[in-house]
């Protein structure tokens, strides 16, 4: 079965700072992984995503995440932070050619001035 | 990118009413649709695999008659909430994807039972 943690349930950054969060996922096989983002009473918006090649991905918004398949890791970050990315972010696991996905607990980012 | 849009995004209903909810794929054909439901402040947990033209396929724990879905065309699904309760208020999302592409998500039924 997979699986996805995200260790940090809320983070509190300065606008400007960098940010990380992180996500640990569980699967049998070569996963697909994704970073979603959600705004209060909004739908998810697709950050980036992973199906294979170069490990650093990049999304949009200014955020990348890099794929250690001998951590089973795939982190999200960002070098520097708005205050527009104050938000709820989710990492995703899916199967190749299986369009459902398995989330995380999901991470609250809060973002001061 | 591809657009699926919900409706209505929020909703309240009385104890005991069916509130019906649709996903729609605007500019693609979506063979597949799925049903998330998110609590407040919790992740989204997938209820059912819309198929097209046949029936849905609901996960563990998941009541089929009480979430009936409905996937009569390729860019439609809709999602019925039958004798509500208000336990049933969530969020719920649906999501599709083109072919060879990753999903996209509507914007999300905000329900509550009153």
């Known amino acids: 079965a997979q699986s996805v943690t995200q260790p940090d349930i809320h983070i509190t950054v300065s606008e400007g700072a960098s940010l990380e969060l992180r996500c640990n996922y569980s699967?049998?096989?070569?996963?697909?992984l994704f970073w979603y983002v959600q705004s209060p009473g909004q739908g998810l918006q697709l950050l980036l995503k992973y199906f294979s090649g170069d490990t650093l991905v990049q999304g949009i918004k200014g955020f990348e995440a890099e794929f250690k398949r001998s951590q089973s890791s795939f982190n999200l970050r960002k070098p520097s932070v708005h205050w527009s990315d104050a938000a709820e972010y989710f990492c995703?696991?899916?199967?190749?050619?299986?369009?459902?996905?398995?989330f995380g607990a999901g991470t609250t980012v809060t973002v001061r001035a | 990118g591809a657009v699926v849009s919900q409706h209505p995004s929020r909703v309240i209903c009385k104890s005991g009413t069916s509130v019906k909810i649709e996903c729609r794929s605007l500019d693609f054909q979506a063979t597949t649709m799925f049903w998330y439901r998110q609590f407040p402040k919790q992740s989204l947990m997938l209820m059912a695999t819309s198929n097209e033209g046949s029936k849905a396929t609901y996960e563990q724990g998941v009541e089929k008659d009480k979430f009936l879905i409905n996937h009569a065309s390729l860019t439609l699904s809709t999602l019925t909430v039958t004798s509500a309760h208000p336990e049933d208020s969530s969020f719920y999302i649906c999501?599709?994807?083109?072919?060879?592409?990753?999903?996209?998500f509507g914007q999300g039924t905000r329900l509550t039972v009153v």
């Open positions: 699967y049998g096989a070569t996963p697909y």
């Open positions: 995703a696991v899916g199967a190749v050619n299986d369009y459902k996905l398995s």
């Open positions: 999501s599709a994807h083109p072919a060879g592409t990753e999903a996209f």
